[in-house]
């Protein structure tokens, strides 16, 4: 792990207080710039490489504010004429995403005309604008900077990227400039909830549909691990900490050809949620990849709720799908139908989840526990060894919580069959309503 992840974690996650963009001509100093700002006191805790080759995202921090910074720095192809079409297009894009954009230009070289095309763009966009007169290394030559005054975007800043001349004003700046600047806590009852599916399942469109209810508030905050951006939803009482979604809420044609949600990294939010949505797109029915990310789910400790996706377009049953799944399954997942088209099913979305968190981190007490195990004893014999010795089941106790985990006592555990555990599980589930929580048994022997 780097020392960078390290950092995330040390730190309590925090609000973003907004996203900054730095943009300019190659060679006008935006990468001497970048580490000059994210070097000293300001934390850099993130990369993300991966979305583009030419762009690269950072989380900042300067005095207890984060916000993220977008360096659009990797592009240096000037194709043909003056000015290099990808230049702009890296540009619009990441000004587009920007509360506030940084403008770099290099005051030795005086206004070029690829900064003139910039400024065009800038000005178009209508967003605030902090112009940078770089490579003025002395102070005394400061008022060199005025005149990109030209450049129609307010008072130029004289910086040093390199000397950092002006750098610490700049940072001071560009976070009263942000538009939230509040912390918040995630305590520890947040629920985690993974967004998990095979690609084009409707991930995406579902998450938009949850946070763009006007009853939720919404924020994003850096995730513990790498590259990972969680969104973080209050409705009510309740924060649902959504894992891992910076890359479901990109927009769609941002995020073509990148597959957010290959094995790895749905195996990452996973480990780190309470809940996981797994969508089964009932527009094509329920395929056996969708029954193996139901496993990793199960198997990184969530609780799962099974959600037929894209419910306005399909003739699917939906007491047959449960009944499916349920076979299929081995957490028996309760069943939700919804639409991320028509709105439908979003609202009892949220309440099933929060209805699954009070079972996956609830308590069941050792009276019920073991009148359950009593019924159990009844109801079928244990597996016989082969000196006709039969396995009891002496009594049990939940261990854990969160996902929750029973010990249970019995006169020889080498006698319980695979069938057998299954069972007890399975047993257990129904009488706790615990379906679709991950329920570990360890069968102990009674001294
Ligand atoms: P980018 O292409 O915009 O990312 O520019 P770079 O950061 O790679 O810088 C281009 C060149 O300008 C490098 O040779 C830097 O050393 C130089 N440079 C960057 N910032 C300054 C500065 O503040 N003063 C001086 N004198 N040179 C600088
Ligand atoms: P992701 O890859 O899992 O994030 O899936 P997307 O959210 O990008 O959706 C994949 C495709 O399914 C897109 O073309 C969406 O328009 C479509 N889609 C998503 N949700 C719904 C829905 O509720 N109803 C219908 N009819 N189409 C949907």
């Known amino acids: 792990m780097s020392d960078e992840a390290v950092t995330a974690e040390a730190d309590a996650p925090r609000e973003l207080a907004g996203t900054v963009a730095i943009v300019g001509f190659p060679n006008v100093g935006k990468s001497t710039l970048i580490n000059r700002l994210t070097e000293s006191r300001a934390a850099v805790v993130h990369e993300t490489p991966g979305v583009t080759r030419d762009r690269k995202e950072l989380l900042c921090e300067w005095n207890g504010i984060w916000f993220r910074l977008i360096d659009t720095g990797g592009v240096d192809e000037v194709e043909g004429g003056p000015f290099g079409q990808k230049i702009a297009d890296q540009a619009r894009a990441a000004i587009d995403e920007a509360d506030l954009v940084l403008f770099v230009v290099d005051a030795r070289a005086g206004i070029t005309p690829g900064d003139e095309e910039l400024a065009t763009i800038l000005r178009a966009a209508k967003r605030p604008v902090i112009v940078l007169a770089n490579k003025i ?94 969104t973080v939803l209050q409705r009510g009482d309740t924060t649902f900490v959504l894992v891992d979604t910076a890359g479901l809420r990109r927009k769609r044609k941002q995020r073509q050809g990148i597959e957010y949600y290959s094995e790895l990294r749905a195996l990452q939010a996973a480990d780190r949620a309470d809940v996981a949505l797994v969508l089964f797109d009932a527009s094509e029915g329920i395929v056996e990849q969708d029954l193996a990310v139901a496993d990793i789910a199960r198997k990184a400790g969530c609780s799962t709720l099974a959600v037929l996706s894209k419910w306005d377009a399909t003739e699917l049953d939906i007491v047959e799908a449960q009944g499916h799944l349920a076979r299929r399954l081995r957490q028996r997942p309760p069943v939700i139908a919804v639409s991320a088209k028509t709105g439908r099913g979003i609202e009892r979305l949220l309440d099933k989840v929060e209805q699954l968190f009070a079972k996956h981190n609830g308590r069941i007490t050792t009276g019920e526990l073991n009148r359950a195990l009593d019924e159990l004893k009844e109801a079928r014999p244990g597996p016989q060894g082969d000196r006709g010795r039969r396995l009891k089941l002496m009594y049990g106790t939940q261990v854990e919580t969160r996902p929750p985990r029973f010990r249970i006592f019995v006169n020889a555990p080498s006698l319980v069959t695979r069938d057998y555990g299954y069972w007890v599980e399975n047993e257990l589930r129904k009488r706790f309503e615990l379906e679709g929580v991950p329920v570990s048994i360890d069968f102990v022997k009674s001294e």
């Open 137 to 230: 290394d002395d102070p005394r030559r400061d008022p060199e900077a005025a005149v990109f005054h030209r450049l129609g975007l307010g008072d130029p800043w004289p910086i040093s990227g390199l000397h950092g001349h002006g750098t610490g004003d700049l940072l001071d700046e560009i976070v009263q400039r942000l538009p939230g600047t509040g912390e918040i806590t995630i305590g520890a009852d947040a629920i985690r909830v993974a967004i998990l599916g095979r690609p084009n399942v409707g991930k995406s469109s579902l998450l938009n549909r949850i946070v763009g209810r006007e009853r939720v508030i919404v924020s994003e905050i850096p995730g513990t691990t790498r590259d990972a951006i969680d």
